[in-house]
């Protein structure tokens, strides 16, 4: 009994895609996976990234290997796809524009919703597919506190977020009868490239931190658990969620705490 268990978060002779595993929480994501015993492609538009990524896994004694793959471009997700064969398929790509929505262009809008929304459905779309054809697994995409809370600035990022938690419901639903799982994932703020330009703005990395219940900021490695979780048999009721892992971001009310 106790053996069961054990095994529930093994990923022994499984294979991965993490798409965006060439820095932050898709490395971290990799290298967790690897740890728990699955095969890991390493996709990346930056192929020398992802190389070195499924480089270091393999120096630890971990299984992996390295493929470049653009989400803008479906032919280049079917490849990489092509290429993994893989039960567990998770996407982390994502880009931001920090401006007020009368602000934004078409372009910028444009270029937001391909990476994070549309992306995020050319992974999900060809897994889903492939998964149902093959008798189930797991698929897992990244969304944001943003997709529950908002702020001036991310409007039309926020909107891929919220976006990205509906489709992976939706895959969820008609997919759940063919042993396919689909859940999103929603950091809060993570020391990560994509969140940069805050880290070198003293003030404003400050008030982020003092905003979640853990009064700091999280790390790459502290989400990669949630992965590990819902690629495994831990989860294998779990489909249609949303797992947010914020530092208690979305539970905590307001910025004033009151003199009670």
């Known amino acids: 009994m106790l053996e ?3 095994a529930l978060f093994r990923l022994d ?10 820095s932050g929480i898709g490395e971290a994501s990799a290298e967790a996976l690897a740890a728990h015993g699955a095969h890991v492609v390493c996709g990346d538009l930056d192929g020398a990234k992802a190389e070195a990524v499924a480089m270091r896994i393999r120096d630890a004694g971990g299984s992996a290997e390295a493929v470049k793959v653009d989400v803008r471009d479906t032919a280049s997700v079917e490849a990489a796809l092509d290429l993994a064969r893989a039960g567990i398929v998770v996407s982390t790509p994502g880009v931001n524009v920090r401006k007020r929505i009368g602000e934004v262009t078409d372009e910028e809008f444009d270029r937001v919703i391909d990476t994070n929304l549309k992306g995020t459905f050319r992974v999900a779309r060809s897994a889903a597919r492939r998964m149902a054809e093959s008798g189930g697994g797991s698929i897992i995409a990244f969304a944001s506190i ?3 809370v908002v702020e001036p600035g991310q409007g039309v990022y926020a909107s891929t977020k919220a976006g990205i938690v509906q489709l992976l419901r939706a895959i969820a639903a008609e997919h759940g ?3 396919v799982r689909a859940n999103a994932i929603a950091p809060g703020v993570v020391e990560t490239p994509l969140t940069a330009q805050i880290k070198s703005h003293p003030a404003w990395y400050d008030a982020y931190a003092q905003r979640s219940a853990l009064r700091r900021w999280g790390q790459p490695r502290e ?3 949630a992965v590990v979780y819902l ?3 831990a989860a294998s009721f779990v489909t249609g969620a949303c797992l947010f892992v914020d530092g208690g971001w979305t539970a905590v009310d307001g910025r004033f705490d009151p003199p009670l």
Do not use: F, K, L, N
Not at 13 to 22: D, E, F, L, M, S
């Open 4 to 6: 069961a268990y054990r």
């Open 13 to 22: 002779g499984r294979r991965a895609i993490v798409v965006g595993a060439g």
């Open 146 to 148: 943003r997709a529950q």
């Open 177 to 179: 009868p063919h042993g």
């Open 223 to 225: 989400i990669a658990g």
């Open 231 to 233: 690629a495994s048999d």
